[in-house]
């Protein structure tokens, strides 16, 4: 691997791992989801999710990265032996299926940034019908998934260190400046102590609560980028030296922040400005895309200084979202890559991959609902995979060997209690309540494979593609190459 | 009052612990560049 597949500074790469945590969950779920679940009460249920989940798989899959010089499917092949490659492959594919439609979601920010800008966001502007116009042109959310796909690709196509860290190193703290700045506002607003109060003070009642518990581990799990193989692919170009606990901690913590940053932002601005709490309630229960598109649209405008705020807000969702896209096409890219093709070569392909295999997302938005309805959950799985891995390769040989050598913070024995013995809880807990709800919420639809929230199309799409990859498993295992680059 | 009391707490816990790291990455960070005498 030539030294220019490395990342020039341990600065550059905590930038770019940060930056793949930080996506649009941050912004428009997790403000929603603390309001909704007893606000501090949340936080600190977020908090422990962070140490119980997120952070001891962040430091595996950075472990086998690191340790095998691959992407997940040679990484699970090499790190385990060849009949695994299949739950590598499995964690490949789950993340490039999200690509495909999160590079629609990337375009959705984009058109909304190009809106700000254009000040089409007046006072009495119907947000409502400006957003169900756009989703009802199919040639602008292609044209905007083209370009968030096509801009993604160039960034890959320029390597690591003139590519991927530049641009990380640049979007991350004009990220944090920018939300910053829109927090600043917001806060100060008539009225936004209302919002604060929802956010940060705790309804201690809701811990009592099994939602608020399971809430707060899936937004960490599909926050923190845990499992979906994206820091595994970015830790190949890191040193033999690089810190793996203390950089995961840093990548936690910093997605943490942004997500509290992106709460004083947005749910002040809601109660402060919607005309009456039952307008307040009903934003912030509007879904991800009806929060920021319509209700935050519409709200935003009201405000003296809107007009900048809202260039400002949707400028940090697209910085958001792009640095996570990013991470998540070099996941496929480094796939091809370790096949033997070179950088340029695969980036080209994979982005012209996702660009047709997003189409759909683009055409139909309730396809691109089921899409994530069904590869969401999928993450639960990779990150299981993940922790089957470290149990097979012995997880305090991990600790031990992988990751205490290099550490800052060393972890004690009761990194390896966690990931062996509370992790697997929690996957089992979160996997089966999600089941449970699925068709308790849905009793006389749940078992219907074509339908677009069903239990069973989860099922039945996880299912098409077990049987593919197991069946493929040691195909896939030859077109890796064998021998690892040498890194220093 | 409460609402701020808990702002401080709940920020404390995670920019507090955003923060301490990224002081103590840069301080391993200044003395790896430091040049030996």
């Known amino acids: 691997m030539s030294t220019k597949d490395q990342f020039l500074s341990r600065w550059g790469f905590l930038a770019a791992a940060?930056?793949?945590?930080?996506?649009?969950?941050?912004?428009?779920?997790?403000?929603?989801?603390?309001?909704?679940?007893?606000?501090?009460?949340?936080?600190?249920?977020?908090?422990?999710?962070?140490?119980?989940?997120?952070?001891?798989?962040?430091?595996?899959?950075?472990?086998?990265?690191?340790?095998?010089?691959?992407?997940?499917?040679?990484?699970?092949r090499d790190f385990l032996d060849?009949?695994?490659?299949?739950?590598?492959?499995?964690?490949?594919?789950?993340?490039?299926?999200?690509?495909?439609?999160?590079?629609?979601?990337?375009?959705?920010?984009?058109?909304?940034?190009?809106?700000a800008m254009q000040g089409a966001f007046k006072e009495g502007v119907d947000t409502t019908a400006l957003w169900n116009d756009f989703l009802s042109k199919p040639f602008e959310t292609v044209l905007f998934h083209a370009l968030a796909i096509g801009l993604c690709g160039l960034v890959i196509y320029r390597g690591i260190q003139s590519g991927v860290e530049k641009v990380a190193k640049l979007m991350v703290p004009a990220l944090f400046i920018f939300l910053v700045v829109a927090a600043a506002r917001a806060v100060t607003l008539t009225g936004a102590g209302e919002g604060l109060r929802y956010l940060f003070v705790p309804d201690w009642s809701k811990l009592g609560q099994p939602a608020t518990w399971l809430q707060a581990f899936t937004q960490s799990a599909w926050s923190t980028g845990a499992g979906w193989g994206l820091l595994l692919t970015y830790a190949i170009y890191t040193t033999k030296k690089e810190d793996i606990s203390q950089n995961c901690l840093l990548v936690g913590f910093g997605d943490q922040s942004v997500a509290l940053l992106a709460g004083m932002?947005?749910?002040?601005?809601?109660?402060?400005?919607?005309?009456?709490?039952?307008?307040?309630?009903?934003?912030?229960?509007?879904?991800?895309?009806?929060?920021?598109?319509?209700?935050?649209?519409?709200?935003?405008?009201?405000?003296?200084?809107?007009?900048?705020?809202?260039?400002?807000?949707f400028l940090a969702l697209v910085f958001a979202a792009f640095?996570?896209?990013?991470?998540?096409?070099?996941?496929?890219?480094?796939?091809?890559?370790?096949?033997?093709?070179?950088?340029?070569?695969?980036?080209?392909?994979?982005?012209?991959?996702?660009?047709?295999?997003?189409l759909p997302s683009a055409f139909f938005p309730s396809f691109l609902e089921n899409q994530d309805w069904v590869w969401g959950v999928a993450l639960l799985l990779s990150g299981f995979f993940v922790i089957l891995a470290v149990w097979k390769y012995g997880a305090e040989k991990v600790r031990t060997e992988l990751i205490n050598p290099s550490a800052d913070i060393k972890m004690g024995r009761w990194w390896s209690f966690i990931i062996k013995f509370v992790s697997p809880v929690v996957f089992l807990v979160l996997t089966c309540w999600w089941f449970y709800r699925g068709i308790v919420d849905n009793p006389k639809n749940w078992w219907k494979p074509f339908g677009t929230f069903t239990t069973m199309t989860v099922l039945f799409q996880w299912a098409i593609l077990l049987v593919v990859l197991l069946a493929a498993t040691r195909l896939l295992a030859r077109w890796v190459k064998a021998s690892p680059p040498e890194v220093d | 009052m409460k609402t701020y009391f808990w702002m401080t707490i709940m920020l404390a816990i995670n920019w507090g612990g955003f923060i301490y790291l990224l002081i103590r990455t840069s301080r391993r960070e200044a003395t790896k560049t430091k040049p030996k005498p």
């Open chain 1, 265 to 313: 932002a947005i749910i002040p601005t809601i109660f402060a400005l919607s005309p009456s709490l039952e307008q307040a309630n009903a934003a912030m229960a509007s879904g991800n895309t009806g929060l920021t598109f319509i209700s935050l649209a519409q709200l935003i405008p009201k405000m003296a200084g809107g007009v900048i705020i809202a260039p400002v807000f």
């Open chain 1, 82 to 115: 060849r009949r695994c490659t299949w739950m590598g492959a499995w964690m490949a594919t789950v993340c490039m299926l999200i690509t495909f439609y999160y590079s629609v979601v990337t375009g959705y920010c984009l058109k909304y940034f190009v809106l």
């Open chain 1, 323 to 358: 640095t996570s896209l990013i991470a998540m096409v070099e996941v496929g890219v480094r796939s091809f890559i370790d096949a033997g093709w070179g950088r340029k070569k695969s980036a080209v392909a994979v982005v012209a991959g996702c660009f047709l295999l997003g």
């Open chain 1, 18 to 76: 940060i930056g793949m945590a930080i996506g649009t969950g941050n912004i428009w779920r997790f403000p929603r989801m603390a309001a909704q679940y007893g606000g501090g009460a949340f936080i600190l249920a977020y908090t422990l999710a962070l140490f119980l989940w997120s952070a001891p798989l962040l430091m595996s899959e950075m472990a086998i990265g690191r340790k095998t010089r691959r992407g997940p499917i040679g990484g699970f």
